[in-house]
Nanobody, 122 residues
Framework: QVQLVESGGGLVQAGGSLRLSCAAS????????MDWYRQGPGNQRELVAA???????NYVDSVKGRFTISRDNAKNTVYLQMNSLKPEDTAVYFC????????????????WGQGTQVTVTS
């Protein structure tokens, strides 16, 4: 099993920055993909950014050039640096991870964090 604990959310003015962190712990073989989703008021949950264990990343168009996802494999931690924040970035941000629990099994499981609130005021 994998537990994900997020931190770093908060209240910020438009144009400001925040850095989210998500640490994975528990019993697993490897964390494969780690990503960040968000869900704003009245909206569906959307993928914001994802990163593989090899460092390949991708972003939703609305955050390209403003957000940067990174990870520390040794710490099983993923980060989301958010710059030039806009009011439309206001949402609960969820960490998600895909993990292999055993080296002999190709099965991967998805896990979610509890979410952290990001509020951007105009």
């Amino acid at each position: 099993q994998v537990q994900l604990v997020e931190s770093g959310g908060g209240l910020v003015q438009a144009g400001g920055s925040l850095r989210l962190s998500c640490a994975a712990s528990g019993s697993f073989f490897r964390i494969n993909v780690m990503d960040w989703y968000r869900q704003g008021p009245g909206n569906q949950r959307e993928l914001v950014a994802a990163i593989t264990s090899g460092g390949d990343s991708n972003y939703v168009d609305s955050v390209k050039g403003r957000f940067t996802i990174s990870r520390d494999n040794a710490k099983n931690t993923v980060y989301l640096q958010m710059n030039s924040l806009k009011p439309e970035d206001t949402a609960v941000y969820f960490c998600h991870a895909v993990a292999s629990l055993r080296p002999t099994s190709g099965i991967r499981y998805g896990y979610w964090g509890q979410g952290t609130q990001v509020t951007v005021t105009s």
